[in-house]
C-alpha cells in the first residue's frame, strides 16, 4: 500500500505540487491498521490502494487520498483539527497520530457510533467523534487550525471557514459528481484572508444534509 501511496503522489505532481507526502503522513499510513475499519468481508483488500464501500451509501477512501488530504493541511503536534464525515473513522485515526486533537463529524448515525467505538476499542484516545451536519462544522470546539472534508458540497461551507482558524488551512472537495470534482485547498492567513486553489481532480461521495445529499 505505502509503494502504491508513494507512485501516487509522483504521479499527481503535476497537480498538487507535491512529489511525496512528509515522512509523518508516511508513518501514520504505516501504523494505522486499515483492516479494522473495513467490512469484514472486504479485509482481503484492505492493503489495496482503492476505496471501499462500508454501508449506508458511503465509503473508506483510497489511501492514496487520506494520505494526499492529510499531507495537504500541514498538520502540527499542536494542531486541533475538524473532520466532516468520520465515515468508519480510518481518516481521523490517521490524523489523530499527526496531531494533538481530532474532532470529527459523521451525519449517519449508525456511522457515527460505530466509528466513535472502533477508535476508542483501537485506542485513539484524542479523536472526539459526533453526530451532526458538517455544513455546520462543530462551533463550540472551534476554531481549528486544519478542516479536513471528506465528501462533496456544491460549494465550500461558509460556517466551516468561518470556524477555520487565522491562520489555517481546509481541504475539501468541491462539486458535483455529474460535473465534476475538484480537491480544493483553502487557506486562510493571519489576518483573515482567504483563499482557493484547486488540488486535483476527484470523486467523492456527495455531503449530505440533513438526510438529503446536496
Known sequence: MLERILAS????AGYTGRAKPHSDVLTAMRRVPREQFVQLQDRAYAYENRPLPIGHGQTISQPFIVALMADLVDPTPEARVLEVGTGCGYAAAVMSLLVAEVHTLETVSHLATSAADRLHDLGYDNVHVQRGDGYDGWPEAAPYDAIVVTAAAPAVPEALVEQ????GIMVAPIGRMRTGQQLVRITKSADGEVSEAAVLPVAFVPMVR????R
Open 9 to 12: 503522489f509522483r504521479e499527481t
Open 164 to 167: 477555520l482558524a487565522a491562520p
Open 210 to 213: 440533513n438526510g438529503t445529499r
